[in-house]
């Protein structure tokens, strides 16, 4: 595995000091940005694979980070953490951009576990099995799911990894209805935290761009009490 590169954004210097070390022990290297605003002015896309990212920091926090990662189109996965397990918060994270998201106090291999499944995630994403070469077209849109490019008319969208690794799982299994929790699994990890309303929503997002009339799409079909169904 290439030596892959970790930062951690946390106040509490025990704390990430302690996953640093788990962390090089795995064989990944660890960054340790104390605050959000250390992590904005630290981070470099070309050299960060993974954000662990606490929420509640000094000065701005965890969601405002990763809004700003976001808005740059930086496609770095992230990792919240947080002291507060409540669903507000794991859709905030989620809606923020945020691939999974660990409440606090949390068992160190859990955490390691889900590092190790958002780089295999990423990997599916960019491996010659899923792969799609040349522009796609669904709907009123063409795709281009290795710049994560989407165009429809004179409009052209900067897919989310989120909206590009949904977009693609249905496009390889066209014609055959997806249900909810395989998604989930495929585009969080088993296991995560996203529900299926957090699927539907992404699904609506995906709409207005591909439908040439959203409330009664053609192409990406609902199956009731399923999933989704992609048809060409």
């Not at 088993?190 to 439908?211: Q, Y």
Request: net charge negative; proline share 6%; charged share 30%.
């Amino acid at each position: 595995m290439p030596d892959r590169v970790v930062m951690v954004v946390e106040d509490d210097e025990m704390l990430a000091e302690g996953l640093k070390e788990a962390l090089e022990d795995e064989g990944y290297t660890a960054l340790i940005s104390p605050t959000g605003e250390r992590a904005l002015e630290q981070f470099k896309p070309e050299l960060v694979d993974l954000v662990i990212l606490d929420i509640m920091l000094p000065g701005v926090d965890g969601f405002y980070v990763c809004e700003e990662l976001r808005k740059g189109a930086y496609k770095v996965p992230i990792l919240f953490l947080s002291a507060k397990n409540t669903d507000d918060d794991r859709i905030r994270g989620i809606e923020a951009g945020g691939d999974d998201y660990l409440p606090k106090p949390f068992n160190l291999d859990e955490l390691l576990a889900r590092v190790k499944a958002i780089f295999r995630r990423q990997e599916w994403l960019t491996s010659p099995k899923a792969d799609v070469d040349g522009l796609v077209r669904i709907g009123k849109a063409t795709v281009d799911f290795k710049s994560y490019k989407l165009t429809t008319g004179d409009e052209q969208v900067e897919l989310s990894v989120k909206e590009c690794m949904m977009l693609k799982l249905l496009y390889l299994n066209r014609g055959q209805v997806v249900p909810r929790e395989k998604i989930i699994s495929a585009v969080w990890g088993a296991g995560a935290t996203p529900t299926t309303r957090t699927v539907d929503n992404f699904i609506v997002r995906l709409r207005r761009w591909i439908e040439p009339d959203p409330d009664e799409p053609r192409f990406i079909r609902t199956v009731r009490g399923t999933g989704y169904q992609l048809v060409l």
